[in-house]
């Protein structure tokens, strides 16, 4: 079964989702693949996965890191997996690039090379965002590109990190993303 519950954001309103296992979505409401993989069937309830899901989000948007995880069920391919657990690992307040992603993995299985086009497409279908950090990951060279939330938010998101903001930029529509 699936449950899930909303959480009002500084950012916006957030839906949350979580089975027995973890939490399986967190999207900001009008998001660009908001509520994917949100089954038709769910229920509107507090679980203990979902109440850890709403503590860590209430530190976070006072601006304290927080120092655990809530149980995490986020479904997707191996390479999906890959790529998500690679954003689990990008500290607060840090960025990395989708290129530097694509040489991680690359390296972790053995490979001369990956794809950071690939590798954007997996960091965008992220379901559980903020908590597994999309919004960590930039373009080459500072461009702030790629975020399913929208760019404004974030810009926010890091900001509210206390990120260092002064290398980065939001390319013109129609720019490439990677």
């Known amino acids: 079964m699936t449950y899930i519950q909303h959480y009002d954001?500084?950012?916006g309103r957030i839906l949350l989702a979580a089975d027995e296992v973890g939490l399986t979505g967190l999207w900001f409401d009008g998001a660009k693949y908001f509520a994917d993989g949100l089954p038709a069937e769910h229920t509107e309830r507090e679980t203990p996965v979902l109440s850890e899901a709403r503590r860590w989000l209430d530190l976070y948007f006072a601006g304290r890191?927080?120092?655990?995880l809530p149980p995490l069920?986020?479904?997707g391919s191996a390479f999906q997996q890959a790529v998500w657990a690679l954003l689990l690992q990008i500290p607060y307040g840090q960025t990395v690039?989708?290129?530097?992603?694509?040489?991680q993995l690359a390296e972790k299985q053995g490979r001369p090379r990956m794809s950071a086009q690939a590798v954007g497409g997996a960091v965008g279908h992220n379901k559980i965002s903020i908590i597994i950090p999309c919004h960590r990951v930039v373009g080459t060279g500072g461009s702030l590109t790629g975020y399913a939330g929208g760019i404004d938010r974030k810009v926010k998101l890091l900001a509210l990190e206390q990120t260092d903001m002064t290398r980065f930029f939001v390319p013109k529509t129609g720019t490439a993303l990677l």
């Not at 690039?97 to 040489?103: D, F, I, K, M, S």
Request: negative net charge; aromatic residues 12%.
């Open 9 to 11: 954001a500084p950012l």
């Open 65 to 68: 890191e927080p120092s655990f």
């Open 73 to 75: 069920h986020p479904a």
């Open 97 to 103: 690039t989708y290129g530097e992603l694509a040489r």
